[in-house]
């Protein structure tokens, strides 16, 4: 029953971690950590990273399982829910733009928004391309129906 419970969990949120286990189920440390463990060794899930490991059922893809880590952080989470919500061929954020709306750093954003740009969830658009300023910068949504199919598939 129990096992059946935390499998349930990673099945239902991928990249999920130790904490959120705890959380969801109210069991305890070592009742989690004996099944994560059981299910490691007989091959029904997969651990990514190794300090705050993330868990997945076998079959998700290695790419898969990146981009899913990508977008279970809060942060990235919000940014790419921001631009889903808000953002079209004519609206373009720029960092400050969105770190306004997040409210983080613009420091903390622009990392994120690399991370993003890097694994092609956001594009950096330039705005007045006759002017050369790096606040003429701005980001949107690229693929947006691929991306939306994926966060419905995976449940982020």
Same mark, same amino acid.
């Given at each position: 029953m129990r096992k059946e419970i935390v499998l349930g969990l990673i099945k239902k949120y991928p990249g999920i971690t130790? @904490? $959120? +286990?705890l959380h969801e189920t109210n069991l305890s440390n070592g009742v989690i950590s004996h099944y994560l463990m059981k299910l490691l060794? !007989? @091959? $029904?899930?997969?651990k990514e990273g190794e300090k705050r490991g993330k868990y997945f059922i076998k079959n998700i893809p290695k790419k898969d399982r990146m981009l899913i880590i990508i977008l279970r952080n809060k942060t990235n989470n919000n940014i790419i829910k921001f631009l889903m919500d808000n953002s079209n061929d004519q609206n373009i954020f720029s960092t400050k733009d969105i770190a306004k709306h997040i409210k983080k750093s613009g420091s903390t954003i622009s990392v994120s928004l690399k991370t993003l740009q890097k694994n092609n969830m956001v594009e950096?658009? +330039?705005?007045?391309? !006759?002017v050369k300023l790096t606040n003429d910068l701005g980001y949107k949504i690229y693929k947006r129906e691929l991306l939306t199919r994926f966060i419905v598939k995976y449940n982020l």
């Open positions: 130790f @904490n $959120e +286990i060794d !007989n @091959n $029904e899930i997969q950096r658009v +330039i705005t007045y391309k !006759n």
